[in-house]
């Protein structure tokens, strides 16, 4: 059984860096591709960042693109999700998720991610 364990999530001011990283075991992290979703209170989970499984493939949704990066470590089975000028509205619960369907794509649609984190709390206060 895939596990996905999140960490690196804090309370931060606008304008700082987090990185996120996301520690898999149970499977070989190179036979998925890797997802970052987020929600925030009140909101649905939305898409944040995708890497397939070569690592060159990657999706960012709109409100984060230029300020985050995904990157993937398949020898150490770890995803990481560079976070710079952080703002605000970036509030939410991270999720780390994988997805061992279409691993050659990075993809934004959640339903296609079948492992998923507990998540870690990101904070950012102005």
């Known amino acids: 059984q895939v596990q996905l364990v999140e960490s690196g999530g804090g309370l931060v001011q606008a304008g700082d860096s987090l990185r996120l990283s996301c520690a898999v075991s149970?499977?070989?992290?190179?036979?998925?591709?890797m997802g970052w979703f987020r929600q925030a209170p009140g909101k649905e989970r939305e898409f944040v960042a995708a890497?397939?499984?070569?690592?060159?493939?990657?999706n960012y949704a709109d409100s984060v693109k230029g300020r985050f990066t995904i990157s993937r470590d398949n020898a150490k089975n770890t995803v990481s999700l560079q976070m710079n000028n952080l703002k605000p509205e970036d509030t939410a619960v991270y999720y780390c998720?994988?997805?061992?369907?279409?691993?050659?794509?990075?993809?934004?649609?959640?339903?296609?991610?079948?492992?998923w984190g507990q998540g870690t709390q990101v904070t950012v206060s102005s």
């Open positions: 998720a994988a997805n061992s369907g279409t691993y050659y794509t990075a993809s934004s649609r959640r339903n296609t991610y079948n492992y």
């Open positions: 890497i397939n499984w070569t690592g060159v493939d990657t």
């Open positions: 149970g499977g070989t992290l190179r036979r998925y591709s």
